[in-house]
T-cell receptor, first 113, second 113 residues
Framework: QKEVEQDPGPLSVPEGAIVSLNCTYS??????FMWYRQYSRKGPELLMY????GNKEDGRFTAQVDKSSKYISLFIRDSQPSDSATYLC?????????????FGKGTSLLVTP | DVKVTQSSRYLVKRTGEKVFLECVQD?????MFWYRQDPGLGLRLIYF???????EKGDIPEGYSVSREKKERFSLILESASTNQTSMYLC????????????FGPGTRLTVL
């Protein structure tokens, strides 16, 4: 079983919809959780970062972590066509510099005008 | 702004050729990473380095080697390219202690014929 599972989609929503993107994981040692956004033919860029459980909000984006369920979510409010991209979750156990991130496969999102 | 650059955006090589992919970062980061990204498989870590001349195998190191002679430069080497190494290759860098801020380059789309 892969340590991080993410539904690849594609997910298509109309402009203005609330989008929910999710990842599950199996390793209870993961403590640091990230969401990256990747536009077509570009490298991923960091969108949100959370430590341990709880919520974090940044504009239209909310990241949520439920460690008891090993489940993380990214919510996008008032979605825009410019939000169309692939969203990758990532996580790791430790802030030690030697640890690499564990990525989900990414969910492709299309927001239609 | 952190900048991670990769030597080529598109590369076409023949089976059996030796291929060098170069990555340079300009923010004095200790950690550098090489990933490949394939549809349905997501990002997979090939190798990473947490210091000059140091390297660690990732999840799929077979058929690849790396070199880190200078802090800012991390090279990925395909000793004898094969068609199953056709992929998007992404380089990333991260400062020691800045767990969340992993910066990616734009990627190199390698085709092996």
């Amino acid at each position: 079983q892969k340590e991080v599972e993410q539904d690849p989609g594609p997910l298509s929503v109309p402009e203005g919809a609330i989008v929910s993107l999710n990842c599950t994981y199996s390793n209870s040692a993961f403590q640091y959780f990230m969401w990256y956004r990747q536009y077509s033919r570009k490298g991923p860029e960091l969108l949100m970062y959370t430590y341990s459980s709880g919520n974090k909000e940044d504009g239209r984006f909310t990241a949520q972590v439920d460690k008891s369920s090993k489940y993380i979510s990214l919510f996008i409010r008032d979605s825009q066509p410019s939000d169309s991209a692939t969203y990758l979750c990532a996580m790791t156990k430790n802030s030690n510099s030697g640890y690499a991130l564990n990525f989900g496969k990414g969910t492709s999102l299309l927001v239609t005008p | 702004d952190v900048k991670v650059t990769q030597s080529s955006r598109y590369l076409v090589k023949r089976t059996g050729e030796k291929v060098f992919l170069e990555c340079v970062q300009d923010m004095d980061h200790e950690n550098m990473f090489w990933y490949r990204q394939d549809p349905g498989l997501g990002l997979r870590l090939i190798y990473f380095s947490y210091d000059v001349k140091m390297k660690e195998k990732g999840d799929i190191p077979e058929g690849y080697s790396v070199s880190r002679e200078k802090k800012e430069r991390f090279s990925l080497i395909l000793e004898s390219a094969s068609t199953n190494q056709t992929s998007m290759y992404l380089c990333a860098s991260r400062d020691r202690g800045s767990l969340n801020e992993q910066f990616f380059g734009p990627g190199t789309r390698l085709t092996v014929l």
